[in-house]
């Protein structure tokens, strides 16, 4: 049987490398970018990798994810921090026991210190919405002034809603830390690609039975023949592009977020203090990137991204982060079920194919699944 995958970021190309590695057969990969690796990509310019579509951070618990991405690369030992800067004090999210003190003065954190820790069991999570359901009136203070400080603006920023109107699932990301620990993913296995996200999928694809076609989109009289060979049985189609697209907007646009990104040289060693320095309540912009810190590259001069979240609109600029609430999700449910009662050899994975906020093991995992559900 022929395949066809559809997109040449992450999902297509562990699919891609699995139906050649597994099931011995031929895979032509369609990208409609001019490069590879999604939103991944990642480029050198002035000895920096830059990540065109905003910091990626490789972080899992799960070993099947590691090892088969460990084939393709080698990663290093970067623990991801965010520094986030709260009306002008520097302090680190997710909201940790260390946030406090760098807040607050040493007599009110030692006091919100000793409440919270004869609240909670050292080492918990708290998300937010949890954590606004405070008694105790010192802690309440410390609630409101987390919500207030960190998730209120953020969150109008990032999504255009407010917190209350989010799904908890996306706050939850983020959850107040009750201990020491400053990073912002505990996953046991985490490190960026020690030569970047786009030449770790390069070697995913590189494979003699995988042809990748950049600049090619899955549209018009291809697109027809190819859903007819599916039918017939002939080819299989994985398509991890989003499902509206695939069965052209029949039910109307799936909504998204999208993400501006405006990035600028500047000639000095380091722009900021880490990587990715937050700006939850103050400016327009959500996050400052500094490249250089992921692979600690030595450079006389540094590059850094500026972020902005913007509403998606289709044709205009790219699709970021699906919507979590229930009428996006029933929709998605709507084009699903119209796919499965149409269609046997068409496979829809991925962020946007799933129409899900997966993080980049997720997508991973995902991949190595449906490969060997088949
Ligand atoms: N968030 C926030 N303030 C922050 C960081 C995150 O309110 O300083 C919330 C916000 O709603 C965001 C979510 O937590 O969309 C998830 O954050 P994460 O950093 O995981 O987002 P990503 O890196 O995937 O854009």
Redesign the pocket.
């Known amino acids: 049987m022929k395949n066809i995958v559809v997109g040449a970021g992450i999902s297509g190309a562990v699919v891609a490398n699995l139906l050649a590695e597994k099931l011995s057969e031929e895979i032509t990969v369609l990208e409609q970018r001019v490069h590879i690796a999604g939103n991944c990509f990642d480029y050198k310019e002035d000895g920096i990798t830059v990540q065109k579509y905003g910091a990626h951070i490789f972080h899992t618990d799960n070993i099947e994810v590691w090892k088969f991405l460990r084939r393709y690369t080698d990663f290093n030992q970067y623990m991801h921090k965010?520094v986030?800067v709260i009306d002008g004090i520097h302090t680190t999210?997710p909201f940790s026991i260390p946030s406090i003190y760098s807040t607050f003065p040493p007599s009110l954190a030692q006091k919100l210190e000793r409440k919270l820790l004869e609240k909670y069991t050292y080492g918990s999570k708290v998300p937010i919405s949890d954590f606004l359901q405070q008694d105790d009136e010192d802690l309440r203070f410390l609630a409101n002034f987390v919500y207030d400080k960190?998730?209120k603006d953020?969150?109008a920023k990032?999504?255009g809603v407010k917190?209350s109107e989010?799904s908890s699932k996306?706050?939850s990301?983020?959850p107040v830390n009750i201990s020491m620990d400053q990073r912002y993913f505990t996953d046991k296995y985490q490190g960026i690609p020690v030569n970047g996200y786009t030449e770790m999928i390069q070697r995913i694809l590189d494979h003699k039975l995988i042809s990748v076609k950049l600049n090619s989109c899955f549209s018009g009289d291809l697109k027809s023949e190819l859903l007819k060979d599916s039918q017939k049985g002939l080819v299989r189609i994985f398509y991890t592009g989003s499902i509206d697209e695939l069965l052209d907007y029949k039910y109307g646009v799936l909504p998204y977020r999208s993400l501006k990104f405006e990035f600028s040289k500047v000639n000095r060693d380091f722009y900021q203090e880490n990587s990715v320095v937050?700006y939850?309540c103050n400016y327009d912009f959500t996050r400052i990137h500094e490249f250089k810190y992921f692979l600690s590259e030595q450079t006389p001069s540094t590059i850094i991204a500026k972020e902005y979240p913007i509403e998606y609109k289709l044709g205009e600029n790219e699709r970021y982060?699906p919507i979590d609430n229930h009428s996006n999700n029933s929709l998605y449910q709507r084009y699903k079920e119209h796919l499965q009662a149409t269609f046997t050899n068409v496979f829809v994975l991925g962020r946007l194919g799933d129409y899900h906020?997966y993080d980049m093991d997720d997508s991973v995992e995902k991949a190595l699944n449906l490969i060997h559900s088949i």
Request: no cysteine.
């Open positions: 965010v986030a999210i960190i998730f953020y969150t990032q999504w917190v989010l996306v706050s990301r983020v937050n939850p982060y906020y």
